[in-house]
Protein backbone atom coordinates (compact mmCIF):
# COMPACT_ATOMS: atom_id res chain seq x y z
CA UNK A 1 0.00 0.00 0.00
CA UNK A 2 1.35 3.35 -1.01
CA UNK A 3 2.36 5.59 2.55
CA UNK A 4 3.65 9.34 3.01
CA UNK A 5 6.46 9.86 5.36
CA UNK A 6 6.97 13.23 7.32
CA UNK A 7 10.31 12.61 9.49
CA UNK A 8 9.43 16.03 11.51
CA UNK A 9 6.39 17.00 13.91
CA UNK A 10 8.00 19.91 14.43
CA UNK A 11 10.22 22.56 12.96
CA UNK A 12 11.46 26.01 14.32
CA UNK A 13 13.08 28.08 11.80
CA UNK A 14 14.24 31.96 12.47
CA UNK A 15 12.29 34.49 10.34
CA UNK A 16 13.86 35.16 7.03
CA UNK A 17 15.76 32.32 6.73
CA UNK A 18 14.95 29.10 4.04
CA UNK A 19 12.46 26.86 5.03
CA UNK A 20 12.46 22.70 3.76
CA UNK A 21 9.58 20.48 5.28
CA UNK A 22 10.60 16.82 4.04
CA UNK A 23 7.90 14.60 2.66
CA UNK A 24 9.12 11.02 1.51
CA UNK A 25 6.39 8.51 -0.43
CA UNK A 26 6.37 4.93 -0.79
CA UNK A 27 4.57 4.16 -4.57
CA UNK A 28 6.11 2.48 -7.50
CA UNK A 29 3.83 4.16 -10.19
CA UNK A 30 2.86 8.24 -10.96
CA UNK A 31 1.73 9.42 -8.14
CA UNK A 32 0.25 13.17 -7.70
CA UNK A 33 1.50 14.87 -4.59
CA UNK A 34 -0.09 17.64 -2.78
CA UNK A 35 0.87 19.96 -0.10
CA UNK A 36 -2.11 21.17 2.63
CA UNK A 37 -1.55 23.36 5.44
CA UNK A 38 -3.65 24.41 8.51
CA UNK A 39 -2.87 28.24 9.81
CA UNK A 40 -4.28 28.58 13.52
CA UNK A 41 -7.86 28.38 13.46
CA UNK A 42 -8.50 28.03 9.68
CA UNK A 43 -9.70 25.04 7.85
CA UNK A 44 -6.93 22.43 6.14
CA UNK A 45 -6.96 23.83 2.76
CA UNK A 46 -4.94 23.45 -0.48
CA UNK A 47 -1.65 24.65 -0.53
CA UNK A 48 -0.09 23.47 -3.83
CA UNK A 49 0.23 20.15 -5.97
CA UNK A 50 2.88 19.11 -8.33
CA UNK A 51 1.08 18.78 -11.15
CA UNK A 52 0.41 22.97 -11.41
CA UNK A 53 4.22 23.36 -11.03
CA UNK A 54 3.35 26.40 -9.30
CA UNK A 55 4.50 28.94 -6.39
CA UNK A 56 1.95 29.55 -3.61
CA UNK A 57 2.76 32.29 -1.06
CA UNK A 58 6.44 31.42 -2.31
CA UNK A 59 6.12 28.00 -1.28
CA UNK A 60 7.63 25.54 -4.07
CA UNK A 61 7.90 22.04 -4.11
CA UNK A 62 9.60 19.42 -7.14
CA UNK A 63 8.52 16.05 -7.60
CA UNK A 64 11.53 13.71 -7.34
CA UNK A 65 10.98 10.11 -8.91
CA UNK A 66 14.59 9.08 -8.14
CA UNK A 67 14.22 9.92 -4.26
CA UNK A 68 10.76 9.46 -4.44
CA UNK A 69 10.49 12.55 -2.52
CA UNK A 70 8.05 15.91 -2.55
CA UNK A 71 9.55 17.98 -0.02
CA UNK A 72 8.24 21.94 0.51
CA UNK A 73 10.30 24.87 0.37
CA UNK A 74 10.63 28.73 0.63
CA UNK A 75 13.84 30.70 0.38
CA UNK A 76 12.86 32.93 3.15
CA UNK A 77 10.49 32.26 5.87
CA UNK A 78 7.33 34.47 7.05
CA UNK A 79 6.10 35.07 10.58
CA UNK A 80 2.72 34.00 8.61
CA UNK A 81 4.07 30.37 7.56
CA UNK A 82 3.47 29.22 11.15
CA UNK A 83 1.09 26.24 10.69
CA UNK A 84 0.64 22.73 10.42
CA UNK A 85 1.52 21.22 6.87
CA UNK A 86 0.36 17.46 5.65
CA UNK A 87 1.70 16.13 2.49
CA UNK A 88 -0.77 13.84 0.44
CA UNK A 89 -0.51 10.87 -2.07
CA UNK A 90 -2.76 10.15 -4.57
CA UNK A 91 -2.23 6.96 -6.77
CA UNK A 92 -5.82 5.98 -8.47
CA UNK A 93 -6.37 7.84 -11.13
CA UNK A 94 -9.99 6.88 -11.08
CA UNK A 95 -10.31 8.72 -7.84
CA UNK A 96 -9.57 11.48 -6.02
CA UNK A 97 -8.98 9.24 -2.72
CA UNK A 98 -5.88 10.81 -0.64
CA UNK A 99 -3.05 9.48 1.47
CA UNK A 100 -1.64 11.78 4.21
CA UNK A 101 1.39 11.95 6.09
CA UNK A 102 1.38 13.05 9.93
CA UNK A 103 2.12 16.32 9.25
CA UNK A 104 5.09 19.09 10.23
CA UNK A 105 4.31 21.85 12.34
CA UNK A 106 6.49 24.60 11.20
CA UNK A 107 7.06 27.84 13.85
CA UNK A 108 8.67 30.57 12.71
CA UNK A 109 10.54 32.46 15.42
CA UNK A 110 10.69 36.04 14.66
CA UNK B 1 -21.54 31.47 -0.39
CA UNK B 2 -20.20 27.79 -0.97
CA UNK B 3 -18.44 25.50 1.24
CA UNK B 4 -18.77 22.81 3.22
CA UNK B 5 -20.84 23.01 6.67
CA UNK B 6 -20.13 19.98 9.39
CA UNK B 7 -22.00 20.00 12.62
CA UNK B 8 -22.36 19.95 15.59
CA UNK B 9 -18.72 21.48 16.30
CA UNK B 10 -18.14 19.93 19.75
CA UNK B 11 -20.39 16.16 20.32
CA UNK B 12 -20.09 14.40 23.52
CA UNK B 13 -21.14 10.45 24.08
CA UNK B 14 -21.81 8.00 26.14
CA UNK B 15 -20.14 4.53 25.99
CA UNK B 16 -22.00 2.16 24.33
CA UNK B 17 -23.60 5.15 22.27
CA UNK B 18 -24.01 5.43 18.50
CA UNK B 19 -23.55 8.91 17.06
CA UNK B 20 -23.99 10.57 14.01
CA UNK B 21 -21.92 13.38 12.36
CA UNK B 22 -23.18 15.54 10.06
CA UNK B 23 -21.86 16.64 6.57
CA UNK B 24 -23.11 19.02 3.94
CA UNK B 25 -21.96 20.29 1.34
CA UNK B 26 -23.57 23.03 -1.86
CA UNK B 27 -20.27 22.99 -3.98
CA UNK B 28 -21.79 20.46 -6.13
CA UNK B 29 -18.62 18.20 -5.80
CA UNK B 30 -19.08 14.57 -6.98
CA UNK B 31 -16.82 12.79 -4.22
CA UNK B 32 -16.64 13.10 -0.52
CA UNK B 33 -14.57 12.18 2.27
CA UNK B 34 -14.28 11.31 6.20
CA UNK B 35 -10.82 11.57 7.93
CA UNK B 36 -10.33 10.79 11.07
CA UNK B 37 -7.45 13.31 12.39
CA UNK B 38 -5.57 12.63 15.96
CA UNK B 39 -2.42 13.84 16.92
CA UNK B 40 0.61 12.33 15.73
CA UNK B 41 -0.94 10.67 13.46
CA UNK B 42 -2.33 13.01 10.70
CA UNK B 43 -5.41 12.29 8.74
CA UNK B 44 -6.79 8.82 8.49
CA UNK B 45 -9.22 7.94 5.95
CA UNK B 46 -12.24 6.30 7.78
CA UNK B 47 -14.84 5.79 4.08
CA UNK B 48 -15.20 7.86 1.05
CA UNK B 49 -18.00 8.10 -1.54
CA UNK B 50 -17.39 8.64 -5.04
CA UNK B 51 -21.01 9.13 -6.02
CA UNK B 52 -24.76 9.17 -4.70
CA UNK B 53 -25.67 5.74 -3.58
CA UNK B 54 -22.44 3.88 -3.18
CA UNK B 55 -19.34 4.47 -0.93
CA UNK B 56 -16.09 2.83 -0.02
CA UNK B 57 -14.45 1.64 3.59
CA UNK B 58 -11.10 3.36 3.92
CA UNK B 59 -8.34 2.51 6.36
CA UNK B 60 -9.92 2.69 9.47
CA UNK B 61 -13.37 1.72 8.54
CA UNK B 62 -14.02 -0.61 11.19
CA UNK B 63 -16.56 0.90 13.90
CA UNK B 64 -18.30 3.33 11.43
CA UNK B 65 -21.04 3.56 8.81
CA UNK B 66 -22.09 6.29 6.34
CA UNK B 67 -24.77 7.12 4.24
CA UNK B 68 -24.56 8.79 0.63
CA UNK B 69 -28.13 9.09 -0.22
CA UNK B 70 -27.91 12.70 -1.70
CA UNK B 71 -25.23 14.21 -3.27
CA UNK B 72 -24.94 17.22 -0.82
CA UNK B 73 -24.94 15.01 2.20
CA UNK B 74 -22.57 12.53 3.54
CA UNK B 75 -23.30 12.24 7.70
CA UNK B 76 -20.91 9.73 9.53
CA UNK B 77 -21.82 7.13 12.22
CA UNK B 78 -19.90 6.19 15.38
CA UNK B 79 -20.82 2.84 16.36
CA UNK B 80 -20.37 1.74 19.69
CA UNK B 81 -18.36 -0.65 18.31
CA UNK B 82 -15.69 1.54 17.69
CA UNK B 83 -13.17 1.13 20.58
CA UNK B 84 -11.50 4.37 20.31
CA UNK B 85 -14.07 6.79 19.35
CA UNK B 86 -12.41 10.36 20.77
CA UNK B 87 -10.97 11.95 17.92
CA UNK B 88 -11.26 15.10 15.79
CA UNK B 89 -13.69 14.35 12.43
CA UNK B 90 -12.96 15.84 9.21
CA UNK B 91 -15.48 16.10 6.21
CA UNK B 92 -14.39 16.89 2.71
CA UNK B 93 -15.24 16.65 -0.98
CA UNK B 94 -13.62 16.78 -4.64
CA UNK B 95 -14.23 17.31 -7.97
CA UNK B 96 -11.96 16.29 -10.16
CA UNK B 97 -8.71 17.57 -10.42
CA UNK B 98 -8.90 19.83 -8.03
CA UNK B 99 -8.06 18.73 -4.40
CA UNK B 100 -9.48 19.04 -1.49
CA UNK B 101 -12.05 21.23 0.33
CA UNK B 102 -12.33 20.78 3.74
CA UNK B 103 -15.05 21.22 6.46
CA UNK B 104 -14.14 22.80 9.98
CA UNK B 105 -14.12 19.56 11.86
CA UNK B 106 -16.59 17.93 14.55
CA UNK B 107 -14.73 16.94 17.71
CA UNK B 108 -16.62 13.85 19.30
CA UNK B 109 -15.45 13.04 22.83
CA UNK B 110 -16.68 9.68 24.55
CA UNK B 111 -17.73 10.31 28.27
Known amino acids: AQRVTQPEKLLSVFKGAPVELKCNYS??????LFWYVQYSRQRLQLLLRHISRESIKGFTADLNKGETSFHLKKPFAQEEDSAMYYCALRVDFGNEKLTFGTGTRLTIIP | DGGITQSPKYLFRKEGQNVTLSCEQNLNHDAMYWYRQDPGQGLRLIYYSQIVNDFQKGDIAEGYSVSREKKESFPLTVTSAQKNPTAFYLC??????????FGSGTRLTVV
Open chain 1, 27 to 32: YSGSPE
Open chain 2, 92 to 101: ASSNRGYGYT
